[in-house]
């Protein structure tokens, strides 16, 4: 998944971001209300997790600036400000969920799957397109009922993909979400054909059919027919 997290708190910030990469996440992290709202502005992600009292300005307003550029993006707001006015106020703006400090990091990385399985798959522990069975939860996939192994790429890249089932999504945005806002100075994406094309070749060769479809000059489109 990929994750923004807005959160002023240096040491905090640190031992989340360190958290949430060992548990597979890829993560960008901005410190104040002007970086953060830059972000949500160019690029987008699965969730954002926004503390409310930032340098420059309030983390509501980076959730207004979400549910109006990329009203996909789950929000979790993160802060130290326990009032039920704050909650009301998230909520009120679309924020899934909200969690005060201080906290668990297990049960932030718990609401973060269950913000992505509400978002993406209507809820649903376990994810089923075609012969494709997922359980984001154990990241184990199987096709006919058959368990491959997929690298942490492949893995991501396939969530990608049903994520965004029947649509076209472009070289750019698969690899802006698989490594993330860096992805900016590169000057090719010819290093994601060999990711595609593995996995591609791993679901046929465990018997499933070939969803992958080349979109020609735009990009990929992942769909039953």
Sequence with gaps: MKILLVEDEVSLGDSIITFLKKEGHLCEWVKNFNAGDEKVSLYQYDCALIDIGLPGGSGLDIVKALKKNNPKTGIIIVSAKNSLDDKITGLDLGADDYITKPFHFAELNSRLNSVLRRRNFEGNKEIVFEKIKIIPDKQEVSVNG????????????????????????????????????????????????????????????????????????????????
């Design 146 to 225: 058959k368990n491959i192994s997929l690298t942490k790429k492949e893995f991501d890249l396939l969530l990608f993909f049903i994520s965004n089932k029947n649509r076209v999504v472009t070289k750019e945005s698969i690899a802006e979400h698989l490594w993330g806002d860096e992805m900016d100075m590169a000057d090719s994406f010819d290093f994601i054909y060999s990711h595609i094309k593995n996995l591609r070749k791993k679901i046929i060769d465990a018997g499933g059919d070939d969803y992958l479809k080349s979109v020609y000059g735009m990009g990929y489109k992942f769909s039953a027919q």
